[in-house]
């Protein structure tokens, strides 16, 4: 089994390397996506099970969207009224609506079915033979939209740029929703290997003239492949010199941690564009390798939970007229918001044993995990299902086996098939979070639903598929209340295609952010305007 | 005085011996001058006049129009077939005093005949308060291209956050610059872009004083959901070196109102008695500079932006309270091909624009044989001809306050005019003679 998925996958890059080089895109898209375009005529099935959405959806959506479907508004006030008729509506979290009407006020859907009527005075946009999907969600964006500050005091809100040449690419691939790193916070430059999938300094060289073949080859050292991970080697003997540990512990630090904005694609529109920050605890990788580390974040945690005790015993005190000081606090914010559960830990891991180590300290220290890269998660399907911890995966992303260890290391096109049947949720992430191709190419950020059509290619079903580039991100984030499915209530982002959202053929006609029209495919000229 | 039309030698040589001794002598600064026969853009009320004739005495503009009786003992400059504008008025002549860093904006690279675009860094924009008049050496200024374009006032302006001058030019001064500086004290620029910093001497000013007593923290401390701070119990020694506090970048604006030199400069600009000028580096600029400024109802603001950047925010503009000083050229739409009169899209949205002719800065070199090429092709393409006028002269005098002086030629202001050889807006007219306070200048 383990040597044909090899064959495959070594097949699949070099028709990339050979397309690269020659230009034949459309033959090889046609090529691999075969499945995606046979699929895409399948007719869409009852959502019966959903175990791929981790925190289940509020229900709150729908009792609105009955009572949306029943009661048009009626309000007096003028509205910015907009109505999408006639498309085909894929909810995502819900059954599919043949000829559908989506009516949009005041940037959030107001109501959905077949059965809306229309207020006068709505702006009608017609969508009759085309398909209806949510704006996709990308967790791992660089410089999209927002401005890179190197100064600590930045406010990500001032960052802003709407008018940022990247968030139209963005948003004109589908991609409604991106999550960016954007301050430093600890460690600065990451030493030692760079993990799939992680930021990659792209736009600091020049866009597009570096390929990122070394992780479409999975290019390693070769110690790293010799033995799993990387390794500094003994210049005299050749064997690897392994990592130690400190003789005297140290004290307990904040473990280092980035912050990161939530930035919508409203291309043109500042109003409501930063989402929302820190959604994530961003811990950086290697942050929680190693019994120090461990023994260390293990107190944190525990100091956290001591505080926020402390913290309602002082309400509670206070409430009864008491004067006492407040406690001190102990850790950083999003530690404390962490132990709250009202984020995920996001650290990137991508090899059993570090995976491993963080699934025990996640289902030791109760707290939601989401593992980025996670190339060896197939591994290890059960053990991710039971700790509910999810993933953030590349299909394409190539990570070579350990040497006489290929059948339970490296990475398998068809880790997100095991994920599906394991019941563990899992995003997409594009092989790189830059915008560098302008959006054909399928290499750059805006090969997203191309990387989720890859998804279904090994094994994972196309709903699935999918919701992992709409609810499940959205849901990572905290953020499945706003946004990555259409339901009555959330935000109006959404997308007008020309077919099936995961094939390679299908364009975005028409892309509504907050509820405004932020791309028209005829008008903006970035992806090619044609009749097929 | 059919005698004088005629002798055109005779003419020459008057002019030749006004340049050299006009300055020197009182006894023939005091002698009047009448220009007569021309066209006359007098940018005010009266608007276009033909063959009128303008009388000038001690540098001031003593009489206008088509009835202007010519004293006799006056000397008379025929200049027939010709137009008269009013001296131009640059609102935003940018000098560079030493002090700018240059803003590490997204770059375009060409490379093997693609074109990239490479994601630049956080532009760093100072932040400090400068007096322009401090620090500015006339001397130093190449002041021709300027001269030669027909502008006879400037406000002299630098990057980053700092007060502005009023200067104008001069036929002989004693530093032996072409301009000398009249109003050292002018207006509060300040230079904002997509970043906290800049965006913070906006912001932070323009507050009403008596809620500005804590706003320092708290606009310092990031972002609401906090957590970027310096862990309050980790201990000094073993925090990691990179988490530096907020608190420890002094904040750009002053701590306290009444200490800073410049609070009651930005007490006048929250009261609206005199503009902002804020220069947006970028279209989001200035949605983020608008949405400060709607905090402060009173405060009006003059925005310095390029056509395509007005372009994608001609919705956000709110005519009453804003000026837009812009390029007089046609510009491209955005990512395309198409060409824009973004002026004549400012006026039909009654939003009021003045033009800064060297803001175009290879234009302004290029065109100096026909320095209103910008505006008349404007004007061609639908800009009101009158409006371009006033864009150049009255409009910028009154953005600065000082329309009582220069700006249109109206009885008792100063003599500061343009003789165009043929209509100003013809695309190639060209100038003839430049007159500073009543003195020709031969170009």
Known sequence: MNESYRTTSQLCTSGCEGVLRSGMVASLLAVLLLNATTFGQRPERRFERRPETPNEVENKPTEEKEKGTKEKPDDAKPKKIVAIVGGDIITVTRETIRGGTILIEDGKIAALGTQVEIPEGAKQIDASGKILCPGFVALNVSRIGINASSDSSAKNSDGLDPFDDNVRLAVAVGITTGCQQVSSGGGGERRGRRAPGEDFPFTERFPGLDPDLDQLTGAQEQSERDFGEFVSLCPCCGLPILATEPLAIPKPTAIATTGSAVVKMSYGVLDGMLLAENVFLDANSGSLIGAANQRNWREQVELARKYLKDQAEHEKATAAGKKLPPPRKPVKDDVLRLVKKEVAMRIPANTVSEMQSLVELAKELDYKLVIDGAAECWVMGRELAEANASVILTPRIRRSPTFGAEDRTGTWIEASRVMQEQGVSFAVNALSNSISLGGLAGRDLTSLPLEAAFAVRGGASERTALAAITIVPATMMGLQNRIGSLEVGKDADLLVLNGQPLDYRTYVETAIVNGNVVYERAEARVLPVYDR | ?443
């Open chain 2, 1 to 443: 005085m059919r005698f004088i039309n005629l002798d055109q030698l005779k003419l020459r040589c008057l002019a030749i011996v006004m340049l050299w001794f006009v300055p020197l002598s009182p006894l023939c600064a005091q002698r009047t001058l009448a220009i007569m026969g021309a066209t006359i853009e007098t940018a005010s009320e009266k608007g276009t006049l033909k063959n009128a004739t303008l009388l000038i005495k001690d540098g001031k503009i003593e009489a206008i129009g088509t009835d202007v009786k010519i004293p006799v003992s006056a000397q008379v400059v025929n200049a027939t077939g010709k137009t008269i504008t009013p001296g131009f008025i640059d609102p935003y002549y940018v000098v560079t005093i030493g002090r700018e860093t240059q803003a590490t904006e997204t770059r375009t690279v060409v490379f093997g005949g693609r074109v990239f675009t490479i994601g630049g860094g956080a532009p760093s924009i100072a932040t400090t308060f400068a007096k322009i008049a401090d620090s500015l050496d006339v001397t130093k200024v190449n002041w021709q291209p300027a001269c030669r374009s027909g502008i006879t006032t400037f406000h002299v302006v630098a990057g980053g956050y700092a007060q502005s001058l009023i200067a104008k030019r001069v036929l002989d001064s004693d530093i032996g610059a072409d301009v000398e500086v009249q109003e050292p004290l002018g207006k509060v620029l300040v230079t904002v872009t997509n970043e906290t910093k800049s965006l913070d001497v906006l912001r932070n000013n323009l507050k009403p004083a008596d809620s500005r007593g804590g706003t320092r923290s708290t606009s310092t401390s990031g972002s609401p959901f906090g957590s970027r701070g310096l862990p309050i119990g980790a201990r000094p020694g073993v925090a990691p070196s990179s988490t530096t506090t907020a608190n420890a970048t002094p904040s750009p604006t002053p701590s306290s109102a009444s200490a800073s030199p410049t609070a009651a400069l930005w007490a006048d600009i929250r009261d609206g008695k005199t503009p902002v000028f804020v220069n947006v580096n970028n279209a989001s600029a200035i949605l983020h500079a608008g949405a400060i400024l709607a905090e402060s109802p009173k405060a009006k603001v003059v925005l310095i932006a390029s056509g395509p950047n007005v372009f994608n925010t001609l919705e956000s503009l709110d005519g009453k309270r804003t000026t837009v000083i812009l390029p007089p050229t046609i510009d491209l739409k955005p990512n395309s091909a198409i060409r824009l009169n973004v002026p004549k899209m400012l006026s039909d949205k009654k939003v009021p624009f003045v033009f800064s002719q060297s803001l175009g800065q290879s234009d302004f070199q290029t065109h100096q044989p026909t320095p209103l090429f910008g505006p008349a092709m404007l004007v061609r393409a639908g800009l009101d001809r009158q409006e371009a006028l006033h864009a150049l002269t009255i409009g910028p005098a009154k953005l600065l306050g000082i329309e009582k002086e220069v700006g249109s030629l109206e009885v008792g202001k100063q003599a500061d005019l343009v003789v165009f050889d043929e209509d100003p807006f013809s695309v190639t007219a060209g100038i003839e003679q430049v007159y500073i306070s009543g003195a020709p200048i031969n170009e």
